[in-house]
């Protein structure tokens, strides 16, 4: 079964270079796109890095960029104007940040709660946007990040499903760190079927060190950020 979906409405402006791909970011860039199955999207995570190379990396043709941090994205956003970009929110997701993310960002992928959503949907209405929403799901003990169980997702989805002013997609969820990688592509596996039970296309799963095996597993997004950008450069140690 094929999942990739397209983005209606988006459409990046950019003037693609006829040069050989030489530098850096074009090389690595062409080796993930190179390496990923068609059912699998890139996401280029630029957090920490600076609106330079996220505009050198859209003009190789890369239209959707991940951000985790509303004011280090919004100066970024407002810079790369011109290039008309598909930014994704995909860090944690505080309710005082809820109406600056709506505003600025196309797709969220870390509602991990009714109440959560029921601001989401809230805000997205008064602001007069539909944001496309991924809900964060935790399918394994991980005490460092958030998201619903299975059975949560369950027992609110079709209160989620009744809410205005969201397009709810999909499902994203991150591996342990400490998870083996068969023990990865399991639990990856195990949100891509949750996602089909729901009828839903998206799965964000995987990053720089396990896009591998999400792919494998069915993942439509894969995040990507130091394997794509290389080590940070900018800190991004401050509150969203």
Do not use: Y
């Not at 957090?47 to 190379?53: E, I, L, Q, R, W």
């Not at 008309?84 to 929110?89: A, G, M």
């Not at 995909?90 to 029921?118: C, M, T, W, Y």
């Not at 894969?222 to 940070?232: M, Q």
């Amino acid at each position: 079964m094929d999942r990739t979906t397209s983005s209606p409405g988006v459409s990046c402006s950019i003037k693609r270079s006829s040069e050989p791909l030489t530098d850096s970011f074009a090389a690595r860039w062409q080796v993930l796109q190179a390496a990923r199955p068609t059912s699998s999207r890139l996401l280029a995570v630029s957090k920490g890095h600076p609106a330079a190379s996220v505009r050198s990396v859209a003009e190789l043709g890369q239209c959707d960029f991940g951000e985790s941090r509303v004011q280090e994205a919004l100066p970024k956003q407002e810079e790369l104007i011109d290039l008309n970009l598909r930014w994704h929110f995909i860090g944690r997701l505080q309710s005082n940040k809820v109406r600056p993310v709506v505003k600025a960002f196309d797709v969220i992928h870390s509602v991990d709660s009714l109440a959560l959503a029921e601001r989401v949907s809230r805000i997205a209405v008064e602001e007069g946007r539909q944001p496309e929403v991924l809900l964060q799901v935790k399918l394994r003990p991980d005490p460092s990040k958030g998201g619903l169980s299975a059975d949560e997702l369950g027992a609110i989805w079709s209160d989620l499903q009744a809410l205005p002013g969201l397009r709810i997609s999909g499902l994203m969820t991150m591996a342990p760190l400490e998870m083996a990688a068969d023990q990865r592509k399991a639990l990856f596996s195990d949100c891509r079927a949750l996602a089909d039970r729901l009828a839903l296309a998206e799965c964000s799963m995987g990053m720089s060190t396990d896009w591998k095996e999400a792919a494998e597993a069915g993942s439509t997004w894969l995040r990507i950020g130091s394997a794509l950008f290389g080590p940070r450069l900018v800190s991004t140690d401050a509150a969203n």
